[in-house]
């Protein structure tokens, strides 16, 4: 069966800190990828999502970035953390099957920004 | 472009109670549908997801929802909560040719002894 696994669970870091959030999936091949924010109260902002080694598409532009080097590995970067990146990081994967698949999230990564 | 309202963002059931948790959607062709529902400090569970055929959907948990195209609702219902259904819940759609559903909101469920 197919797991993703996300680390670490909690990370508190100063303003200006660098950052770097991992998933990875198991059980399957060339999935897509994703993530997402989750502020405090509020729904699911899409990041990054990739269908692809390599391929990343932002949705929202930041100083964060994704990176995908390998199939079933991605990451989430900052070179300097900003207050405002403060929240809940959720990674997923979908089956690369075609539009409408189902999304897989992970357990999640709680970024507090001090 | 497709979007998705839950207009109820808490909700308060007694235990034992029915539950009926609202979605509409918007989108031009038949969509992908699906409910989640996130504990506190979790990530997202898929409940069930509506691709096609019959409109009335079996999900985990014991819980169900109903594609009504008329209506452009995917409501997601209960016959009985548990104390433990307490938990954001979240709708969300999909078609086209994009990978990326929408999702909405979220609905809070508060459960009471």
């Known amino acids: 069966s197919q797991t993703i696994h996300q680390w670490p669970a909690t990370l508190v870091q100063p303003v200006g800190s660098p950052l770097s959030l991992e998933c990875t999936v198991e059980?399957?091949?060339?999935?897509?990828l994703y993530w997402y924010r989750q502020a405090a109260g509020r729904g699911l902002q899409l990041l990054f999502y990739?269908?692809?080694?390599?391929?990343i598409s932002s949705e929202v532009p930041q100083n964060l970035s994704a990176s995908r080097p390998q199939d079933r590995q991605f990451i989430l970067s900052s070179k300097k953390l900003l207050l405002s990146d403060s929240g809940f990081y959720l990674c997923?994967?979908?089956?690369?099957?075609?539009?409408?698949?189902?999304?897989?999230f992970g357990d999640g990564t709680r970024l507090s920004i001090l | 472009a497709q979007s998705v309202t839950q207009p109820d963002i808490h909700i308060t059931v007694s235990e034992g109670a029915s539950l009926e948790l609202r979605c509409n959607y918007s989108?031009?062709?038949?969509?992908?549908l699906f409910w989640y529902v996130q504990s506190p400090g979790q990530g997202l569970q898929l409940l069930l997801k509506?691709?096609?055929?019959?409109?009335l959907v079996q999900g985990i948990k014991g819980f169900e929802a109903e594609f009504k195209r008329s209506q452009s609702s995917f409501n997601l219902r209960k016959p009985s909560v548990h104390w433990s259904d307490a938990a954001e819940y979240f709708c969300?759609?999909?078609?086209?040719?994009?990978?990326?559903?929408?999702f909405g909101r979220g609905t809070s469920l508060i459960v009471h002894p």
């Open positions: 997923a994967w979908s089956p690369p099957l075609g539009p409408g698949q189902p999304q897989h």
């Open positions: 990739s269908v692809g080694i390599g391929q």
């Open positions: 059980g399957t091949s060339n999935p897509n």
């Open positions: 969300a759609v999909g078609g086209g040719g994009s990978y990326i559903p929408t």
């Open positions: 509506y691709f096609s055929g019959d409109t």
């Open positions: 989108y031009g062709a038949t969509p992908y």
